[in-house]
C-alpha cells in the first residue's frame, strides 16, 4: 500500500480542540427541533464520554457505547455508470461496523445506493435540506462515476455552475420555493451555495470515462477539489483499465484549504469489485484490523490462513474517517445546543 502525502492542512483543526476542551452540561443534549434525530442521547454520561472521544481512535466499543447513541452524519453512497454493481454493499459494511441504516438509506424509497445518472444541482439542494433538518453535515462517498457525480456536487455547492441552488426535499422528492436554510446550529439564514461539508470519497474515479461518456466540463476540475469539503480521500488502483488509471495519473490536489488525501490501492483489487466490503466486517481478523487501523499508520495485514482481504485498505481508511467526522459532527451539534440551553 502506498499512500500519497497531504497536500494541506484544514483550518477547522484547530478549531477542534476547542470544541473537544468544552464539555455539556447535563441535561442540555436535545435532538434538532426541525427534525428530531434518532438515537440522540440525553444521558450526561454519553454526551461526557462523546466529548471525550479521540476522533482519531475511536474503538468498536466506543462506536457501539457513545457513537450509536448521538446523531450520525446522513451518509450519500454513489454508484458506478455500470449498474449491476452498486454500494450496497458498502453500505451494508458500514451498517455492519456500527454505522446506523436509516442514515444511508434514502427517506423515500429506502435504497441504499444512489445513482451517478442524476441532477447534481438536485443533489446540493437535497444535502442542504439533510443539514437544515438533521443538525449534521451529510458525508459523500462515490465510486468510480460516483467519484465524478461526488465532486461535481462539490463544485455545485462552490457556485461552479450557477449563482443558486433550490433547497430540495428527498421525501417529497421536490424543490421547495427558497434557496436558503436555516443553520441547525447557528440559526441564521445561509444559501445552500457555500454549503461546507466534511468529509468526500471518491473510489476509482478516472478520466478516461469521462471522455467516452462525454463529460468534457468535469475532465478539469476532476482532480481539483474545491473548498467545500473539509477533507477529501481520492483511491485508486494503478493500471486500473477501466477507470483509465495509470502509474504517475495526475493525483487530486486541493484548491484551497482541504484537506486531501490520495491512496494507491493494492493491485490485486480489481475496479468493479471494490464497493464488496461486507466480508471484512464479519471476519474477526479483518474487523480487529479496520477497528485499530489508523491513516499512514504501516500495520501489517493480517496474515491468518484464510482471511480474506480484499478490499481492506479503503474500506478501513473509509470506515476511520467515517467514525472521525461522526464524531466531530455530534459534537458540533451538541456545542451548538449547549450555547443555546444557556
Known amino acids: 500500500m502506498r ?21 455539556l452540561p447535563a441535561g442540555a443534549w436535545t435532538a434538532v427541533a426541525a427534525a428530531p434525530t434518532e438515537g440522540a442521547s440525553h444521558d450526561p454520561a454519553v454526551v461526557e464520554r462523546l466529548f471525550a472521544l479521540d476522533p482519531d481512535r475511536v474503538s468498536g466499543r466506543e462506536v457501539a457505547e457513545v457513537l450509536a447513541q448521538v446523531p450520525a452524519p446522513r451518509i450519500v453512497l454513489f454508484q458506478g455508470s455500470f449498474a449491476p454493481v452498486t454500494m450496497a454493499p458498502f453500505a451494508e459494511f458500514l451498517v455492519a461496523m456500527g454505522y446506523p441504516p436509516e442514515r444511508i438509506r434514502h427517506p423515500r424509497d429506502g435504497s441504499y445506493s444512489a445513482s451517478s445518472f442524476t441532477d447534481s444541482r438536485q443533489i446540493a439542494g437535497t444535502l442542504a435540506w439533510y443539514y ?22 462539490l463544485y455545485e455547492l462552490a457556485g461552479a455552475f450557477g449563482d443558486s441552488i433550490p433547497v430540495w426535499n428527498p421525501v417529497t422528492d421536490a424543490p421547495l420555493p427558497r434557496t436558503v436554510i436555516v443553520d441547525p446550529l447557528s440559526g441564521d439564514a445561509r444559501p445552500v451555495v457555500g454549503l461546507r461539508l466534511p468529509y468526500v470519497a471518491a473510489i476509482a474515479t478516472g478520466k478516461l470515462a469521462r471522455v467516452l461518456l462525454g ?3 468535469m475532465l478539469a476540475k476532476l482532480r481539483e477539489i474545491p473548498d467545500t469539503t473539509e477533507e477529501f480521500s481520492g483511491f485508486a488502483i494503478e493500471w ?29 483489487y480489481t475496479h468493479i469489485g471494490l464497493p464488496e466490503t461486507l466480508h471484512l466486517a464479519h471476519d474477526p481478523a479483518t474487523r480487529a484490523w479496520i477497528e485499530a487501523y489508523v491513516p499512514d499508520g504501516n500495520a501489517a495485514f493480517p496474515d491468518d490462513a484464510g482471511v480474506d482481504i480484499t478490499n481492506l485498505v479503503h474500506a478501513a481508511d473509509i470506515w476511520h474517517s467515517v467514525k472521525r ?16 440551553a444557556r
Open 215 to 217: 463529460q468534457w466540463e
Open 325 to 340: 467526522h461522526w464524531t466531530i459532527e455530534a459534537r458540533r451539534l451538541g456545542d451548538a445546543q449547549r450555547r443555546g
Open 132 to 153: 437544515e433538518s438533521e443538525g449534521v453535515r451529510p458525508l459523500l462517498i462515490g465510486h468510480s462515476q460516483g467519484g465524478m457525480m461526488a465532486i461535481r456536487v
Open 3 to 23: 499512500i500519497l502525502p497531504a497536500v494541506s492542512v484544514p483550518a477547522w483543526l484547530s478549531a477542534l480542540a476547542f470544541i473537544a476542551a468544552t464539555a
Open 240 to 268: 486500473d483499465l477501466i477507470a483509465g488509471l495509470f502509474p504517475r495519473s495526475d493525483p487530486y490536489l486541493a484548491k484551497g484549504s482541504a484537506a486531501v488525501r490520495n491512496v494507491i490501492l493494492p493491485a490485486a
